[in-house]
C-alpha cells in the first residue's frame, strides 16, 4: 500500500520558471490538502480539495494552482516560480479526519 | 477556528514519559484535538486525537481537560526516535480547511 506518493522529491527551478508538483494517494480518500513548510516553521494549507472536481484556498494561495479530475490525484502547479516559492511541498489525503501525508517535495527557486 | 498554544522545546530522558502541553482555550464543542509529529523533515505523522474522553493507542495516550482548554500528549516511555517535532492541532478534522499547524514543540530525547 503506497499510501500518498509525491513527485519530484527534489526540484530546482529559475525564476519566472512553472512546474507541476504531483501528489497521488491510493487510499480512495475524499479529501486532499497541499501544504507549504518554510524551513523552522509549521505547515501552512495551500489548496485543498473535499472530492473530484472541487477545490478551495487555503491560507497562503498566492502563485499556486490546483485541480483535481480524479479521487487519487491532486497536482500543484507553480506559474512563474519566485524565490518565495523556495519551500518543501507536503501533499495529503485524509477520509475521517486523519491527515496521511507523503515524502515531501524539497522546491528550490534560484 | 482554535489556535493552539504549545512550548517550543523540551527535554525529556530516555525511558521516562515525555509529557507535552498545549492551550487551546479557544476550542470550540465539535472541534478535535490531533496530535502530530515530524521526524526530520519528513511528512508529519498521525499520532493520536480526541474530543472530550482521554484516548490511548499504541503511541500515546492523550489527556484533555474537563473545560477541554488544554490537553496533554503522553509519550509512556520516550526512546531516542521519539525525538521530533510535536504539532498540536485544534479544528473539525474531516474535509476541513482549517487543520492549523503552528511551530510546535521540539521533543528532544536525551540518552
Known amino acids: 500500500n503506497a499510501g500518498v506518493t509525491q513527485t519530484p522529491k527534489f526540484r530546482i527551478l529559475k525564476i519566472g520558471q512553472s512546474m507541476t508538483l504531483q501528489c497521488t494517494q491510493d487510499m480512495n480518500h475524499n479529501y486532499m490538502y497541499w501544504y507549504r513548510q518554510d524551513p523552522g516553521m509549521g505547515l501552512k494549507l495551500i489548496y485543498y480539495s473535499v472530492g473530484a472536481g472541487i477545490t478551495d484556498k487555503g491560507e497562503v494561495p498566492n502563485g499556486y494552482n490546483v485541480s483535481r479530475s480524479t479521487t487519487e490525484d491532486f497536482p500543484l502547479r507553480l506559474e512563474l516560480a519566485a524565490p518565495s516559492q523556495t519551500s518543501v511541498y507536503f501533499c495529503?489525503?485524509?477520509?475521517?479526519?486523519?491527515?496521511?501525508f507523503g515524502e515531501g517535495s524539497r522546491l528550490t527557486v534560484l | 477556528d482554535a489556535k493552539t498554544t504549545q512550548p517550543p522545546s523540551m527535554d525529556c530522558a530516555e525511558g521516562r514519559a515525555a509529557n507535552l502541553p498545549c492551550n487551546h482555550s479557544t476550542i470550540s464543542g465539535n472541534e478535535y484535538v490531533y496530535w502530530y509529529r515530524q521526524i526530520h523533515s519528513q511528512g508529519p505523522q498521525y499520532i493520536i486525537h480526541g474530543l472530550k474522553n482521554n484516548e490511548t493507542n499504541e503511541m500515546a495516550s492523550l489527556i484533555i481537560t474537563e473545560d477541554r482548554k488544554s490537553s496533554t500528549l503522553i509519550l509512556p516511555h520516550a526512546t531516542l526516535r521519539d525525538t521530533a517535532v510535536y504539532y498540536c492541532?485544534?479544528?473539525?478534522?474531516?474535509?476541513?480547511?482549517?487543520?492549523?499547524f503552528g511551530t510546535g514543540t521540539r521533543l528532544t530525547v536525551i540518552p
Open positions: 492541532i485544534a479544528g473539525q478534522g474531516t474535509g476541513a480547511n482549517n487543520l492549523f
Open positions: 495529503a489525503s485524509s477520509k475521517t479526519g486523519e491527515l496521511f
